[in-house]
């Protein structure tokens, strides 16, 4: 439970009811929420953004979505077990249907959260059995008074977070839940419903007949209100207990704790204490069992509690269970980690730089082939669930697209060039957080679908929309660690099980697991604890993040060493430019703690022909070797640039061109070139019948390095081609927090608009029938009177969505069908077409 106060302070404060609601009608959850401070309803909207999208109209329609079944089962599920319990609680002992008055103190709470005696030996049985001997129950519990018990902070603490998320309202010194918790929590604390609305169900002669024999003497309205009123009574009801058998208590013991429901044969069975024969019938004629079914009986609420002792809860504990596991030392997991996530960035821009120049085909069904997948595996030095997950991810980032091709490939955006200059704390950093928030779950990869389809990598079908929330509650729960913590799988389930018993099941067990074994290949987590850089980044600071991880990374290097076997070593990661040269004239020979460069006549002419020059390549090698360059290489590098580019190819459909007439004689005396059907024109020109292209390449093969050229006769230098694909449009996850200024710019809109929907107007008398125009005619002179006066007015709108809304506006003009005002609910000025103006009406009191 976290120390810091609430939006209600350091509890609630039933008694401090600001509604505006007049004295002469009962409060509303509405009223109570209009009269929340902004500060409060910023709050509000801040722990449930799904109310905010899209902005309410007013504070009545925030009320409405607020309370809403899907809005109130969202919120349930982040509710820790203490919580709920606390929550359960209201539901349970201030539910409405029960006797007056309606709500529960905080006292009362108190009193009922308090631990449970200890069970008597015996209780259990179901209905139905024939045991006899069981407890005492002659004990009465009195419900207690305001003094009777005081509250705790822990106690304080979760009203205040139930107001704070607006599921429970003070109503008079009181809390109340909102209405649709007694839907969606039928059995709070285990407990059945109150008699009220049980003995409403039954047939009226059974509850004339019941009320007739235990409440004769009854002045209520209502045989169910005099039956009502007895069961709401502590001290009556003990004193029913009391007639009955032992048997009829241990039956009454067995549901007291739940669940409040029994079966046993007839149900319905019309007894009455003279005829009363079993113990079930005994309870029936008592009306201390009610049937709600042919072969079903419940307890109500108020002999649960009693029989309870008033106590809901056998065990409650307000704090998480701890963490068990063994330590490790913080700065190796945050280094541990750290190094992971290096070589994931590594990794995937190896991969991509590859795709840029020969990417994979899209299939079918728009995913990635297990043959490019197992490629991308190998290229990136994982296994292949850890290639799906980086492929995903890096889709996630936005960093991987397809092409708009008719075949199509996977290809880099134009993202991943501005991802790839970035420093490598921030390029990890995106990748976190689209792994945290997008719903695609790689492990699915391979699996098949209801429809037997096999899942493919980038595929459709990979979707789970728990995936996200499962991720944060995995690292929030690990954050509660003390760094370098290695929870225990057992105890990490329980605690994640207490933080939000709601979740529990099956799907989200699964993704858990999951997302646990993903943190660690994406370095958020090593060994199984949490690293020191994930923690800012789940305390909403990711700048934070960034600069704790940078700590952590290897440095980038700005040397080599040039050895004298033709390779290079860097002896850690090195700066992007120097990475791009080296990558350009040399082949990646080994990767690992130290990347491995060979130099070769291709891998040479790949950077001549890229536009790079001999002193060009000598001088980048001699200004970031730390060691002396080796002759050879500098004879490998002058002799593929003497031989770079003698020879011209042209299309004739190809011809070759060459200053120094004995390589053409050698050429042509070559058997190996006799299939390219060569001709001598001149002493410097040899004529081909093949295109240039596979000229070029066929004598590329032969050692010849010829050059291509243009028409005009200059060199043209083949650069790689850079090909991307379209930016990729990353979706927000639907829970994402908005902005501080964004809440609060909702909350006055919200202001605007209740104002615009509650204050005091005059209707200004519009014509409903006359001659064709009379209407709008009418709107335009009464709003063009308010613009000359310079007065504020109400007007009733139908929105382009067909909404009816309200709106005060200041108009300003009234021209051609519209009218241009200062519209004070979006804060602008805006053009209203007069046609859709439903209602004008001036202000009550225009200086409001």
């Not at 004990?139 to 822990?154: F, G, Q, Y």
């Not at 007894?271 to 024969?277: E, I, N, Y």
């Amino acid at each position: 439970m976290t120390e810091n106060p609430t939006a209600e302070g350091s509890g609630p404060e039933p008694s401090d009811d600001r509604s505006d609601t007049p004295r002469h009608r009962p409060p509303t959850f509405t009223g109570w929420l209009r009269s929340r401070s902004d500060e409060e309803l910023t709050a509000l909207l801040s722990a449930r953004p799904d109310l905010a999208r899209p902005v309410p109209s007013d504070i009545g329609a925030l009320a409405g979505r607020a309370t809403t079944r899907n809005a109130v089962l969202r919120v349930l599920e982040r509710l820790d077990r203490f919580t709920l319990a606390v929550l359960e609680a209201v539901v349970a002992l201030g539910d409405d249907r029960l006797s007056e008055p309606v709500g529960v103190t905080a006292a009362e709470l108190a009193e009922a959260l308090r631990p449970a005696p200890a069970p008597a030996p015996g209780t259990g049985t179901a209905i139905g059995s024939d045991s006899s001997g069981g407890p005492d129950t002659s004990a009465v519990h009195h419900r207690p008074s305001e003094e009777a018990s005081e509250t705790t902070p822990v106690l304080d603490r979760a009203l205040g977070e139930l107001l704070r998320l607006a599921l429970v309202w003070p109503d008079r010194g009181r809390v109340r839940p909102v209405q649709v918790l007694r839907e969606l929590l039928p059995h709070p604390a285990q407990l059945g419903p109150p008699a009220r609305p049980l003995l409403a169900d039954l047939p009226h002669a059974s509850v004339e007949r019941l009320a007739g024999e235990l409440t004769p003497d009854s002045t209520a309205s209502t045989p169910v209100e005099s039956l009502a009123m007895l069961l709401s009574d502590p001290g009556r009801v003990g004193a029913l207990l009391g007639r009955v058998d032992e048997r009829a208590h241990r039956l009454l013991e067995g549901m007291a704790w739940g669940p409040p429901n029994g079966t046993v044969t007839d149900a319905r069975r019309e007894v009455d204490l003279a005829t009363a024969g079993s113990p079930v019938e005994s309870l029936l004629a008592r009306a201390l069992l009610i049937p709600t079914g042919d072969e079903t009986l419940t307890l109500p609420r108020e002999v649960g509690l009693h029989l309870r002792k008033g106590v809901l809860f056998r065990e409650l504990s307000s704090e998480p269970p701890a963490f068990e596991g063994r330590e490790r030392s913080s700065g190796t997991v945050s280094r541990t980690a750290a190094g992971q996530a290096f070589t994931v960035l590594r990794g995937l821009e190896e991969l991509l730089e590859l795709w840029a120049q020969e990417p994979p085909g899209v299939l079918r069904n728009g995913g990635l082939g297990v043959r490019d997948l197992r490629r991308a595996a190998q290229t990136m030095e994982v296994d292949e669930s850890g290639a799906a997950l980086l492929l995903e991810v890096a889709q996630a980032a936005g960093l991987v697209g397809t092409d708009d091709r008719l075949s199509g490939e996977w290809l880099p955006t134009r993202e991943y060039d501005l991802w790839r200059e970035s420093p490598p704390e921030e390029r990890w950093l995106r990748l976190a957080l689209a792994w945290i928030g997008t719903d695609r779950v790689a492990s699915l990869a391979g699996s098949r679908d209801s429809g037997g389809r096999v899942r493919n990598v980038l595929g459709p079908g990979l979707a789970r929309p728990g995936a996200p929330q499962a991720r944060r509650d995995l690292l929030n729960t690990l954050a509660e660690a003390d760094p370098g913590l290695v929870p225990s799988e057992e105890s990490l389930a329980e605690r994640m099980a207490w933080r939000h018993p709601r979740r529990e099941s099956s799907v989200h067990t699964d993704l858990v697991e999951t997302a646990r074994t993903e943190a660690s290949v994406l370095g958020l987590t090593a060994f199984g604890a949490l690293a020191g850089h994930t923690r800012p980044l789940l305390a909403g600071d990711p700048d934070g993040a960034a600069r704790e991880l940078a700590e952590e990374l290897p440095r980038p290097l700005d040397h080599i060493l040039v050895q004298g076997d033709m390779t290079a070593v860097a002896p850690g990661p090195l700066v992007a430019d120097l990475a791009r040269e080296l990558a350009l004239v040399a082949e990646v020979e080994s990767t690992g703690g130290a990347t491995v460069y060979r130099f070769t006549e291709d891998s040479i002419r790949r950077g001549l022909d890229a536009g790079r020059g001999v002193a060009d390549i000598t001088g980048l090698l001699e200004r970031h070797s730390r060691t002396p360059l080796p002759q050879a290489l500098r004879y490998l590098v002058s002799d593929v640039g003497r031989r770079h580019g003698r020879l011209r190819a042209g299309t004739a459909s190809g011809y070759l061109r060459c200053d120094e007439p004995s390589l053409l004689e050698e050429l042509l005396n070559d058997r190996r070139a006799e299939g390219l059907g060569l001709i001598r024109l001149a002493p410097t020109v040899v004529a081909s019948r093949e295109n240039r292209a596979t000229l070029v390449e066929r004598l590329r093969q032969l050692g010849y390095h010829p050059v291509p050229e243009s028409g005009d006769g200059a060199m043209s230098l083949d650069r790689p081609e850079v090909r991307r694909a379209d930016p990729v449009e990353v979706s927000e996850a639907p829970d994402r927090e908005a902005s501080a200024e964004t809440v609060r710019a909702t909350v006055r809109a919200l202001r605007a608009g209740d104002e615009a929907s509650t204050i005091a107007r005059r209707p200004v008398p519009l014509p409903t029938d006359g001659p064709p125009g009379s209407r709008a005619a009418a709107v335009m002179a009464a709003l063009s009177d308010a613009a000359r006066d310079e007065r504020r007015v109400w007007i009733g709108y139908t929105d382009t969505d067909g909404r009816q809304v309200s709106r005060i506006v200041h108009p300003s003009s009234v021209d051609g069908g519209f009218v241009t005002a200062y519209d004070a609910t979006r804060d602008a000025v805006h053009k209203f077409a007069v046609h859709r103006i439903s209602a004008v009406a001036e202000l009550a009191d225009p200086d409001a």
